[in-house]
């Protein structure tokens, strides 16, 4: 037959050994030890087709258990950015205000004031001037509109906690129950009316 | 001649054309994407060499040279030698000559289109299917129609034993429609698929396509030849089948790298089907060693059974490199480094390369009824390619565990590491100089084959034209 | 294996397996991937890159940027570090003293001798961090220490080496790729990574970089990219977008270099490639913004 075919055909049987013998048993056993180690590394390094998991997190506790609480890092660097967002416009991006456009921030009273209620409702409801502040009686006659409103609680109480721990401001922080039960307080009311306004809320 | 090799000798001349359609284009897409990887590496030494010229810059370079080796050489060599392979197999002629010949110009068409897109900014941009959809269109067809040959000619085997080649073979046919598809409904057809999931659909094509097909048309090849080059049969038809099965089973599941930004399931697959590989990679090692020894010796004049030989040894290596790669503790000084690219190379060239070159002087020879211009060559061919490989891998493969031992200690700032590796660099882009050169034979060899057999086909037909016509004299 | 449909089928079961778990599996799981919020904030992520920068990234992938530069960053693993921001009523010589005697506990077996030697070194001053705690030890010691009237807490800290080098904070994960259309990864770094780039440089400095790198980075190996800006003669005035480039690499006299769209389209990419804020599946503690010490 041909050379090709005699080369790879099965050997007859009177001929010796060695170029028909059968794969012998321990590679077999081989493949399943190296199976058996796959299947460990497998077991500790897959997260179980969990789309959650990465490397190095070996399992959803892992991760769970590594997820950052909200702290004050966290409320401050989300602050900022919502602060640079929405209020930096009219009220500078240090806080030093402009002009006849919105009064500063920094070293403000009112910021600097304990409690949350009246510092909560100015940007939920809105605040028309004038305003003293550090001892200027200051007037933006379009008045502040409710910028805060439509940042949900956790945003709001990070922007007004980064505003009253910047610039030389050190006041407490405000937590996003505290800006809830303001709104509930105050929902339907509109925009607070000067000084006698801000004056008027009782902490 | 007895009987074999008359029907050896017809079944060799049915292949004629169409392997001389396949290879010829074959060697000259290598030659030009050496040289296309040697522009690559002159920025390293030159930056602002190709400044103002996009066509050659180094990203474009580099892309066009990758998927020339791949889909410009080894893919139509392998085809090649399969059919060649099928043909003699089934000691029958090769069904529809026809056929492949239309598909190696369509395939050769669709290999140029795809590289001056690349060239002039349209690549996809994705690993290994830099081709636009156009050419990848034109590419699938010619496959499809090689296949459909390489089907009939199998079908046509009186013999009905299948040969471990075959195994091989088959799949490697069986694997590229499917892969390729895939990939390009899924990535190019109209909007890929979202996001990352377009690099883990990258990742398992590149695989499938550089380390599984290449191998399984490789190793088909080796185990045909290996053989028949050294005389004596295949050690043995059961490791075979066991390395077969292993293989495929294992091999097309590597591929996602380590630290890859998925979810950890597809890196941790990746990683115990490469440790399962190891097994085998080493018997298909072993197959080829208790095969080949004894005739190292004695077959160390013939240029195919060198090329051959030192094929499936580079498989063995560039297996290891993957298998090392994929390994959680060594991935750390390997990935993102130069040693990814060598041992991709070193598959390439390595191990496809020379043994595509060890089949392609075996046969085409036996096809065209020619010797090569200059077979002597062959031996030089040999050495030169050894040693540009040694020096072309060898430095990639240790500078990249230099550069990633390095990338690790953040002290060791960026541009000082860049720096570092330029040494290497330099010896690589020599040995790329020397398999270029190596390239060059080959394709010397070929292309002189070629002339000679248009030669003889135009004398015949000058022949044929100033013959005298033949008369009757007409009876009174 | 006796027949060709038998090989047939075996290369069916093989690639099909490996179909199914590299192909099916990921565009079910991640092909259908929406946005996802950031970490402890409602801000949506990733947001869609703006239009110069979409088409930046087709001339990112024209010129196969990814050849040289990765844009995925690397984690090695995490540890909790604890901040202390405030002493209370404590004086720190008392603090340091019931420190030094929580550490005896089994719990802290693991990271006794690193906080003792980090408290020993301790001046007083505040805040102080105390690093290399794993989650479960970080969340005791917090328990004890707040409960003595201090104020401290936990912050999680990704650690590997590109993170150490500054490319980035946490490691690249599915959602940083959301929006890319071809996804260009990278896979060897000839270049540094580019995940967080548009946090490292400005714009006129990608501009610079891309037309001369060697004005930047000396002996970088990055080739300049020329054919993307146009030298050209000054008009009547130069242009606004002329680079400023170095004496060595200047134009000549009478002429200025102008980026083209493309180029402005890649650095407006380049800029946009920021993934620095924290997700669940790459958590970590933001820098604290401090602006009271800046």
Redesign the interface.
Known sequence: MSDDLKNNAPAPENESPGEHSTVPMWIFGLLLILFFAGAIYFDDHSGWFNPQIYAPYQSAEELENYQPKSGAAEMLAQGKKSYDLICAACHGPNGEGKLGQAPPLAGSEWVNAKGFKRIVEIPQLGLNGPVTVKGQNLDFPSGMPPMGAQLSDADLAAVLTYIRASWGNKAEAITADDVKSVRTAVAGHSAINGEQGLDAIKE | MNENEKIDSAVDASCRVPLLALFGGAALWLVVGLALAIVASLTFHKPDMFADCPWLTYGRALAAANDLLLYGFCIPTGLGVMLWIFARLSQAELCLPLVPIAAANIWHLGVLIGTVAILIGDSTGFMWLEFPRGSSVLLFAAFLLIAISAFATFGARRDRELQPAHWFLLAAVFWFPWIYSTANLLLLASHPVRGVTQAVIDWWFSNNMVFVWLALVGIGTAFYFLPKLAGRPLQNRYYALFAFWTFILFGTWCGIPHDAPVPAWLPASSAVASALLILPLFIIEFIGWRTAWGSVKSKWDSGPFCFVGSGVDFFFLSGLMLVAMACPQISRATEFTWFGPAQIQLQFLGFFAMTMFGAVYYILPRTAGFDFPFPKLARVQFWISLFGLALFILPLAIGGVEQGMKLQNSQIPFADISNSMLPYLRVSTTGQLLLLLGGLIFALNVFGLTLKWKMAVLKKLLAAIKAPLETEEVKA | ????FR??L??????G???C???L???L?????KQTTV?????IYPEQRPGAATLGLQVY????????H?T?V?????T?QI?L?SLGKNEPAEFKKFIASLLELPQFRACSNSVTAEFQAWNGELPETVTNLD??EA?DMIQHINAGGCKA????VATG??I??GWGSR??????????????????????DLANVGARYDLNWQLQHLYA??SL???????????LFQVRKIGSTPSPDALNLPAAFAPPAGYEVVPTDDAKNLAAYLLSLRADV?L?????????????NP
Request: glycine letters at 6%; hydrophobic letters at 40%; aromatic letters at 10%.
């Open positions: 294996m006796k027949t060709g090989v047939f075996a290369a069916f079961i093989a690639l397996a490996s179909w778990g590299f192909v599996a990921p565009v799981q991640l092909g259908t991937e970490l402890n904030s409602s801000d992938r024209a010129n196969d940027c990814a050849a040289c990765t995925q690397r984690q090695d693993g995490v909790c901040s921001t989650a479960d969340g807490e936990v912050q999680v080496a590109d150490a080098r490691r690249s994960v599915a959602e940083d790729f959301l929006w890319d259309d071809p996804v260009q990864l990278g896979d060897i770094r000839v270049g540094p790198p060697q980075v000396k002996n970088s190996a990055m080739p300049p990219f020329r054919f924290p669940y599946d790459a958590p970590f503690t933001r820098e604290i913004v401090d602006t009271n």
